[in-house]
T-cell receptor, first 113, second 113 residues
Framework: GAGVSQSPRYKVTKRGQDVALRCDPISGHVSLYWYRQALGQGPEFLTYFNYEAQQDKSGLPNDRFSAERPEGSISTLTIQRTEQRDSAMYRC???????????FGPGTRLTVL | LAKTTQPISMDSYEGQEVNITCSHNNIATNDYITWYQQFPSQGPRFIIQGYKTKVTNEVASLFIPADRKSSTLSLPRVSLSDTAVYYCLVGDRNNNQGGKLIFGQGTELSVKP
């Protein structure tokens, strides 16, 4: 069946621009997670949702980062006024219920010039 | 949160058995041990989870001694396609600590012909 999908796969933007990264979880999955992964490092937790409710946003680096999942399915991670240090792979994962095995998407490679 | 320590890299040859050991001295009574595999350009993928003694599936075996302060992921007869980064995670069942996965740096396994 279809896995987690993310779009765009690659995004190049100029410093100061806003970007929106999309995640389409596996159909029916309750929980959705966002991670950021720097080269050579493991994924770093950003935030997660159960249905449309944001359960934990402790990993968001600052208030330029926000996420939403308004209908409990697709989620958008928005970064405002991007900075070069925001460049990374942004990964989305979903799980069938809270606290179960997570299935990761292919990621969005963000490059801020 | 229990911290994990694993080798940064390992080399092997096709057909050999590979054992990757992870230390987790501060593991809690309720914690499980889970391993994820990440191929280049892909998101992490769950491969095995255990609590004590030995667990085996079609991909790998996981050996956990009685004191549970370490665990060993065993990959039998590796092939070139097993080249990946392997992450050891410790946490409550299904390795969600409040919904998030805590990844370390992982072990980069390189399988040579």
């Amino acid at each position: 069946g279809a896995g987690v999908s993310q779009s765009p796969r690659y995004k190049v933007t100029k410093r100061g621009q806003d970007v929106a990264l999309r995640c389409d979880p596996i159909s029916g999955h309750v929980s959705l997670y966002w991670y950021r992964q720097a080269l050579g490092q493991g994924p770093e937790f950003l935030t997660y949702f159960n249905y449309e409710a944001q359960q934990d946003k402790s990993g968001l680096p600052n208030d330029r980062f926000s996420a939403e999942r308004p209908e409990g399915s697709i989620s958008t991670l928005t970064i405002q006024r991007t900075e070069q240090r925001d460049s990374a792979m942004y990964r989305c994962a979903s799980s069938p219920k809270d606290r179960s095995t997570q299935y990761f998407g292919p990621g969005t490679r963000l490059t801020v010039l | 949160l229990a911290k994990t320590t694993q080798p940064i890299s390992m080399d092997s040859y096709e057909g050999q058995e590979v054992n990757i050991t992870c230390s987790h001295n501060n593991i809690a009574t309720n914690d499980y041990i889970t391993w994820y595999q990440q191929f280049p350009s892909q998101g992490p993928r769950f491969i095995i989870q255990g609590y004590k003694t030995k667990v085996t599936n079609e991909v790998a075996s996981l050996f956990i001694p009685a004191d549970r302060k370490s665990s060993t992921l065993s990959l039998p007869r590796v092939s070139l396609s097993d080249t990946a980064v392997y992450y050891c995670l410790v946490g409550d069942r299904n390795n969600n600590q409040g919904g998030k996965l805590i990844f370390g740096q992982g072990t980069e396994l390189s399988v040579k012909p």
